[in-house]
């Protein structure tokens, strides 16, 4: 059985950002890495949409990138633009035959299916898959995408929108958004933030058609891709171990009160190769404690009062859209961080701070 120097858990954004911050930075050189994922083959499988605040080094795998978005509610819509922070569509399949496409030329990286098939004693193992956690009473970000295409021009490709609650919430918190690819495709997808406890009753399917018929107003259309998917909103359980490093969202790398992952990943996978030599004395990279501090009340207010979570996302929206972006994005100053938290509704963030 063959030992590796690096084990990476987990083939996915996580494992293969990793994987490729440590090859064209030249971190394995005279170094093997084993790469644990049992899928059969690496497809489109997803979309990651973020803020692009910074240089992630996968521009060529953006599907497309917008300088102005909005969010829809009964009270109306809150439109922004931002040439300084375009909001970035990765493509996963891009994203996956960038990377493989790359790794594929160094001989000491393998890929295996199973754990069981590596030895894996004197290893640095890095971790980034979570214990599984179906409806548990916690907070989850679900959806459902399509991706359609019509035969004339419909959509405005220069906007997107990033949330339009004008839709059933069902006691919980739901909207719908929407990325105009061109003007004749986009991706449309129906988001959830509940405990799942009633996920079964929710027809994802025929909630993204209702909103093509009754909202858009499309009658005719194809459907060229399908996505699905759930982000805990919560810290998750993980493999633990002397030697295993935690990465991705096993790693804490997603923003809880706002599912973004992807930028996250690319900043702890910079700051892994960096440091490659001296792991295990050093801290895990994370999430700047102010966010987790802001995110455990936020989270805190939208348990208790999802109905009032509509006009907490619009007073938001109501700041200035850079300072919005860098929240959103952790990439704040506290003036800013201050000009968020003056925005929300006094007493219901006031309880939730109480009861910290």
């Not at 214990?131 to 989850?140: C, F, I, M, T, V």
């Not at 995408?145 to 919980?172: A, H, P, W």
């Not at 923003?255 to 190769?273: E, H």
Request: charged share 25%; proline share 2%; net charge positive.
């Amino acid at each position: 059985m063959q030992d590796f120097d690096y084990i990476i858990i987990g083939g996915g954004c996580a494992g293969l950002s990793l994987a490729y911050s440590l090859e064209v930075n030249h971190k394995l050189r005279g170094k093997s890495l084993a790469i644990i994922e049992p899928r059969e083959k690496y497809e489109r499988d997803k979309s990651w949409s973020f803020w692009k605040t910074f240089e992630h080094g996968f521009d060529d795998c953006a599907k497309k990138s917008w300088t102005q978005f909005e969010i829809k509610t009964e009270k109306g819509t809150k439109s922004h633009s931002s040439s300084r922070y375009p909001y970035q569509c990765i493509d996963s399949g891009l994203f996956y035959e960038k990377i493989l496409n790359t790794l594929k030329k160094n001989t000491n990286i393998s890929f295996f299916k199973h754990k069981k098939d590596i030895g894996k004693n004197s290893s640095i193992i890095f971790n980034s898959v979570s214990d599984k956690q179906e409806n548990n009473g916690k907070l989850w970000q679900h959806f459902q995408g399509y991706e359609i295409e019509v035969e004339r021009d419909i959509f405005d490709d220069k906007i997107l929108t990033l949330m339009d609650f004008n839709c059933d919430q069902k006691d919980s918190v739901h909207f719908f958004y929407l990325l105009p690819f061109s003007p004749k495709t986009a991706l449309i997808e129906t988001t959830w933030i509940s405990r799942m406890d009633d996920a079964r009753e929710l027809n994802y399917s025929d909630q993204i058609h209702d909103y093509i018929k009754d909202v858009l107003k499309i009658g005719e259309y194809k459907i060229n891709y399908s996505e699905i998917g759930k982000i805990p909103m919560f810290n998750t359980k993980n493999i633990k171990g002397d030697n295993i490093i935690q990465i991705g969202t096993a790693g804490g790398m997603t923003r809880l009160s706002t599912g973004y992952t992807f930028t996250n990943i690319q900043k702890q996978s910079s700051y892994i190769q960096k440091n490659i030599q001296s792991m295990n004395k050093l801290n895990n990279f994370s999430i700047r404690k102010k966010y987790q501090h802001l995110d455990n009340i936020f989270l805190s207010v939208l348990s208790n009062n999802s109905s009032k979570m509509i006009e907490v996302f619009y007073r938001m929206f109501g700041c200035k859209t850079d300072t919005i972006i860098k929240f959103l994005s952790e990439e704040s100053t506290f003036s800013e961080d201050l000009a968020v938290i003056r925005s929300m509704p006094k007493k219901i963030f006031l309880s939730a701070l109480v009861g910290k």
